[in-house]
């Protein structure tokens, strides 16, 4: 069965970065893209890209550019996003989903990273 | 970017009623719309893509519908694992977007 399984909760300092994981399982890593989102209590959902599992290619909501930076390891089934720069509105769960591209569904979701940022 | 609005934002039913939700597009998105549900332990799963159709796996009390900026995803009789949080998501323009939700709540 397909699962994705993320990284545990990170505590972090303002200004510092993080990097959460995905391992995927019960498909071939490579012939989906993976997609991560964002999710606070006062935003909602928000998208932050995908990275083309195969290739590596990526693409990003605007709002996160400098923010975000998706990385695969197919060796290991794994991605990855990079947050820099933190502040406290980075403090969110963060998910990881992979994606049906033709219509754009997030099939499968981790079970999400609570990231807080606080001094 | 596109603007999600759902309406309602919560919502109390009841055990067999029929509900519907209500999400609205800031402009026209061709029937490029997801519907997801979120339970309470965070879990999230896909319910409907382009706006009718079921994802495998998902009871048929689930519909969906809709045309240009008006969508709507129906629950013909409630069951107990239905009150959850429910999401809309467009896919017509980046970056996808999504509504800000509905809890649907036992009454």
């Known amino acids: 069965q397909v699962q994705l399984q993320q990284s545990g909760a990170e505590l972090a300092k303002p200004g510092s970065s993080v990097k959460i994981s995905c391992k995927a399982s019960g498909y071939t890593f490579t012939s989906y893209y993976i997609s991560w989102i964002k999710q606070t209590t006062g935003q909602g959902l928000e998208y932050i890209g995908y990275i083309n599992t195969g290739s590596g290619g990526t693409n990003y909501n605007e709002k996160f550019k400098g923010k975000a930076t998706l990385t695969v390891d197919k060796s290991s089934s794994t991605a990855f996003m990079q947050l820099s720069s933190l502040t406290p509105d980075d403090s969110a769960v963060y998910y990881c989903?992979?994606?049906?591209?033709?219509?754009?569904?997030?099939?499968?979701w981790g079970q999400g990273t609570l990231v807080t940022v606080s001094s | 970017d596109i603007q999600m609005t759902q309406t309602p934002s919560s919502m109390p039913a009841s055990l067999g009623e029929r509900v519907t939700i209500s999400c609205r597009a800031s402009?026209?998105?061709?029937?490029?719309l997801n519907w997801y549900q979120q339970k309470p332990d965070g879990t999230i799963k896909p319910l409907i893509y382009?706006?009718?159709n079921l994802q495998s796996g998902v009871p048929s009390r689930f519909s969906g519908s809709g045309s240009g900026t008006d969508y709507s995803l129906t629950i013909s009789s409630l069951e107990p694992e239905d009150f959850a949080m429910y999401y809309c998501q467009q896919y017509d323009s980046s970056p996808l977007t999504f509504g800000s939700g509905t809890k649907l709540e036992i009454k």
């Open positions: 989903a992979r994606v049906v591209t033709t219509v754009a569904l997030f099939a499968y």
């Open positions: 382009y706006t009718s």
């Open positions: 402009q026209g998105i061709s029937n490029y």
